[in-house]
């Protein structure tokens, strides 16, 4: 039997990681994936515009006029995975590569995640990153940190 394959917190990271590489956005491929009680998937998703708009016709820059960014239009990573989910979230974890902003985390709680598995908090201690470790706190979301993980996928 084999000895040395990933844990499932690596597995479903994984995903998240994966997923995010399907983002347009230059600066930052954010991935999310939502397990329910019995390690089954049920929602994954990436940050990325709204359905019919097209990625070319958007800014995807990070500073200048509000309009002229990519804040005003795109869905984040845990936004769509709740969006794209196959069930009832009540229960689930979410993994994200990055920790949820307070806009994603209000959706969180709402939609009754119980856990969130992150690999960054680069933007902690940030007014958003503040608010939203606050809300999970006081709704009773659980929310940890992985390691940085450095899995080799090979076909043979």
Not at 71 to 94: D, F, M, Q, R
Not at 97 to 119: D, H, R, T, W
Request: a negative charge; one cysteine or more; proline letters at 4%.
């Amino acid at each position: 039997m084999r000895t040395d394959y990933i844990s499932w917190d690596v597995y479903f990271m994984g995903i998240a990681l994966l997923s995010g590489k399907r983002s347009k956005d230059p600066g930052t491929q954010v991935g999310a994936c939502i397990v329910n009680g019995e390690k089954r998937i049920v929602g994954i998703g990436y940050n990325g515009l709204p359905y019919g708009c097209d990625d070319g016709d958007f800014p995807w820059e990070r500073s200048g006029e509000f309009l002229d960014t990519k804040y005003p239009y795109v869905v984040h990573a845990e936004l769509n995975a709740i969006l794209n989910s196959t069930e009832k979230l009540a229960g689930c974890s979410v993994y994200v590569s990055l920790f949820p902003c307070n806009e994603c985390a209000k959706a969180i709680i709402q939609a009754g995640i119980k856990e969130v598995v992150y690999m960054s908090d680069k933007y902690n201690g940030e007014k958003e990153n503040v608010a939203s470790k606050h809300m999970f706190d006081c709704a009773g979301v659980v929310y940890r940190q992985m390691e940085q993980v450095e899995v080799e996928i090979t076909c043979p």
